[in-house]
């Protein structure tokens, strides 16, 4: 457990910044949305993953046990400290950008829950079972919007193909894998990334195929890194927005 | 992100309990001036509880709603197990104290509220008197076996709460709060919230 304890805090991280910050970008669409049903999915979908954040912060700040709670944790750390994949960071765009975004990230959050609803480490394994029933409908919903947009009109192709473009790169870092994910694949803690990118990839296959899209090459190296705080512009300005009360007035609760 | 022991410290902390009293019912509080809690109370709790309303659907309790997990005597105080129905869900700290001033006021003496996450919750877990009362209200209640599902395609069977018809469309998966979908009735028009299965 010790021996893991370093890698451990660092994943909850990951997936925890990877939720807040997914659902930090969503509430961008608040009163902004193309359509009222589509604010209210987009907002449901954001609020699961921040919950789903707060249930991973908690448990990183737990082992930490240097003071700092789930709240500092999202809110008062520098942009390097961010653990998240590139992709969710990215800014919105159109209602095709987004979907993409949001399609690619919950194909791989599916299946990285899935996987790890089994972790040997029980609280692990308690907060994906739960995440996961929401991020199924995440999943369903996005998918969806992929088929619709993909095989709808001439224009919403386009616009679906050009999201698409916009963010494949980023998919890189999301499936990539490190010595972290597979010393806690090996001990039964983490997902194995390797499982996770071929399952993300069928599911990515079977949906566009339904759209008439085709599937993009894999996506190649990279220079940046949300795994190790290696982040794209994007980032920064986010937090700056995020992180303002808490920066401004720090303690401040509800 | 209110934690155990904050949520304790909103009824007064958790006082520290008397050596070897595990597990040993504690004092009720009454107009006659308290008295060791007996095998009556624990019942009597899971009354008050059942009086105690989802805020998002007051038409149901939180018994009803399935989310009370465990009830018992911990070191003199009654213990309430409670899992949120969404990871994100809003209402769980207001459910949280509501239950708690709930307990209080029936004499319960400083409950102690545990958010448990495992097993997940399911909308299998609502009771068929929950059901009934969500139809009352206008919500369509969870179809079929939240473990029967696939992952793509595969629509819910959703009966209309007014007209009962099984003619029904899906507007959104998501509705006014986490748990519930946007449903239209094409026989008698009219829109309503499904309680969606999870
Ligand atoms: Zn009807």
Redesign the interface.
């Known amino acids: 457990m010790t021996d893991n304890k370093n890698d451990l805090i660092e994943y909850l991280l990951r997936l925890g910044d990877n939720a807040m910050i997914n659902g930090q970008r969503l509430c961008e669409w608040c009163g902004r949305a193309p359509a009222l049903?589509?604010e209210?999915?987009?907002?449901?979908?954001g609020?699961?993953?921040?919950?789903?954040a707060?249930?991973w912060y908690?448990y990183a700040a737990e082992l930490l046990a240097d003071g700092r709670?789930?709240?500092q944790l999202a809110f008062r750390r520098d942009e390097r400290a961010y653990r998240n994949t590139l992709l969710v960071e990215q800014p919105n765009g159109d209602y095709a950008v987004t979907t993409a975004k949001l399609f690619l990230f919950d194909a791989w959050h599916?299946h990285t829950l899935s996987a790890l609803s089994a972790s040997s480490d029980?609280r692990i394994?308690?907060?994906a079972?739960?995440?996961l029933?929401?991020v199924?409908?995440h999943?369903?919903?996005s998918?969806e919007w992929v088929e619709r947009l993909g095989d709808g009109t001439e224009q919403s192709r386009q616009r679906m193909l050009a999201g698409i473009d916009e963010v494949w790169r980023f998919t890189f870092d999301l499936l990539s894998s490190d010595e972290i994910q597979q010393r806690l694949a090996a001990a039964g803690i983490g997902a194995d990334a390797t499982a996770v990118a071929a399952a993300w990839q069928a599911t990515v296959e079977?949906?566009f195929e339904r759209a008439s899209l085709p599937v993009p090459q894999p996506a190649s190296y990279f220079y940046l890194d949300g795994k190790r705080g290696l982040h794209t512009e994007h980032l920064g300005i986010l937090l700056a927005e995020m992180q303002f009360l808490q920066r401004a007035y720090p303690d401040a609760t509800w | 992100?209110a934690?155990t022991s904050e949520i304790d410290a909103l009824f007064g902390g958790s006082p520290v309990a008397a050596p070897g009293s595990e597990a040993q019912p504690g004092l009720i509080a009454s107009d006659g001036g308290a008295r060791e809690a007996d095998e009556s109370d624990l019942p009597r709790a899971w009354q008050v509880l059942e009086q105690v309303m989802d805020p998002e659907v007051p038409a149901v309790s939180v018994v009803d709603l399935g989310i009370i997990r465990e009830v018992s005597w911990v070191d003199g105080h009654l213990m309430v197990a409670v899992t949120?129905t969404?990871?994100?869900?809003?209402a769980t700290e207001l459910i949280e104290s509501e239950i708690a001033k709930a307990l209080e006021q029936a004499g319960f003496r400083a409950p102690r509220l545990e958010r448990r996450?495992?097993?997940?919750?399911?909308t299998d877990w609502i009771s068929e008197q929950g059901r009934e009362r969500l139809r009352v209200y206008g919500i369509a209640p969870p179809s079929g076996s939240?473990s029967k599902?696939s992952?793509?395609g595969e629509k819910d069977e959703v009966c209309c709460p007014q007209c009962g018809s099984h003619d029904t469309e899906v507007?959104?998966?998501?509705?006014?709060?986490?748990c519930k979908a946007?449903y239209r009735c094409r026989s008698c028009l009219e829109p309503f919230d499904y309680f969606?299965c999870?």
């Open positions: 049903e589509e209210m999915a987009l907002m449901n979908v609020l699961d993953l921040v919950g789903q707060r249930n908690e709670d789930a709240d599916f029980e394994a308690a907060i079972a739960k995440g029933k929401e199924t409908y999943l369903r919903r998918g079977q949906v | 992100m934690n949120p969404y990871s994100g869900c809003p996450l495992s097993p997940a919750w399911t939240s599902r992952l793509l507007v959104s998966q998501f509705g006014s709060t986490a946007l969606k999870i």
